[in-house]
């Protein structure tokens, strides 16, 4: 894809597939509002997600759904850039009880998503894990 809104695509979906160790689906628009994404990671709630070109904004039928959906306790993130993007990503791998607590050099919960959707350590930059 190589449209901005394709490239954010490529982005979201490696960094959930192989920094997250996730499942991402891209729902097919069968209801009008309905949000891009649906997001499966073990240990959390199905997460939606909508992603929108840079400088996109909402259209007011999605205003209205994701309103609706947030109402039924399941917000839809909304990313309209790659930093968005990749800072989401980075505070769910900090986040999910089924990656590892440390890196080998013991940073505790300083995950970072790279461009290229691999979970590095933000301090030493190391890509193995420890479970400790």
Known sequence: M???EG?????FSTGIRRG??????????????????LVLLAGLPPLLVELKAPGGRLR???RVWHEEAHELGHPVTVLSSE??????????????PNL?????NRHVRAYIITRSGKRVCSACRTT?????
């Open 20 to 37: 997250l160790k996730g499942k991402t689906l891209k729902l097919a628009p069968t209801e009008a509002g309905a949000p891009d994404r």
């Open 128 to 132: 193995r894990t420890s479970r400790t």
């Open 100 to 104: 590892p607590r440390a890196c080998p």
């Open 60 to 62: 007011a039928i999605q």
């Open 7 to 11: 490239r954010l695509e490529t982005l």
């Open 2 to 4: 190589s449209t901005p």
């Open 83 to 96: 930093e968005e993007v990749l800072g989401w990503l980075t505070r769910l791998a900090n986040d999910l």
